[in-house]
């Protein structure tokens, strides 16, 4: 009797660690469309495209990126890059920095809907 409840235990376990593996990868597959979809356009991981390259952001100073012209307002805002500032910076790029020369095409590929 005791094998058996252990053997459900263990199988209940399992099965949620299984679950928990297969959210994580979809997640990141869904994290992964989104991007190309709403930033890609103007934004790659590894490389300046209309906008700078965003691999490494969190954490990163704006306008930090050596190989990109950034505008003057953006290389004073001294903004730390982290989950709070990069969703403020999507709502409403101009009330976050203004002047900072983004342009609307480019806000609205990249800002959520």
Same mark, same amino acid.
Request: aromatic share 10%; net charge positive; glycine share 8%.
């Given at each position: 009797?005791?094998? &058996?409840?252990?053997?459900?235990?263990? $199988? !209940? %376990?399992?099965? !949620? %660690?299984v679950?928990?593996?297969a959210?994580? $990868? #979809?997640?990141n $597959? =869904?994290?992964? @469309?989104?991007? #190309?979809?709403?930033?890609?356009?103007?934004? $790659? /991981?590894?490389?300046?495209?209309?906008? *700078?390259?965003?691999?490494? +952001?969190?954490g990163?100073?704006?306008?930090?990126?050596?190989?990109?012209?950034?505008? #003057?307002a /953006?290389? &004073?805002?001294?903004?730390?890059?982290?989950?709070?500032t990069?969703?403020q910076?999507?709502?409403? @790029?101009?009330? /976050? +920095?203004?002047?900072?020369?983004? =342009? *609307? =095409?480019?806000?609205?590929?990249?800002? *959520? =809907?």
């Amino acid at each position: 009797m005791l094998r &058996k409840r252990y053997g459900l235990m263990f $199988a !209940a %376990f399992f099965a !949620a %660690f299984v679950w928990l593996l297969a959210a994580s $990868a #979809e997640g990141n $597959a =869904t994290g992964k @469309t989104l991007f #190309e979809k709403r930033c890609g356009g103007c934004h $790659a /991981l590894d490389r300046d495209k209309e906008g *700078p390259r965003l691999g490494g +952001v969190y954490g990163r100073t704006a306008g930090a990126v050596d190989s990109f012209q950034y505008s #003057e307002a /953006l290389k &004073k805002s001294k903004i730390i890059w982290s989950d709070a500032t990069l969703e403020q910076w999507l709502t409403d @790029t101009e009330k /976050l +920095v203004p002047n900072n020369d983004r =342009t *609307p =095409t480019s806000a609205a590929r990249s800002s *959520p =809907t």
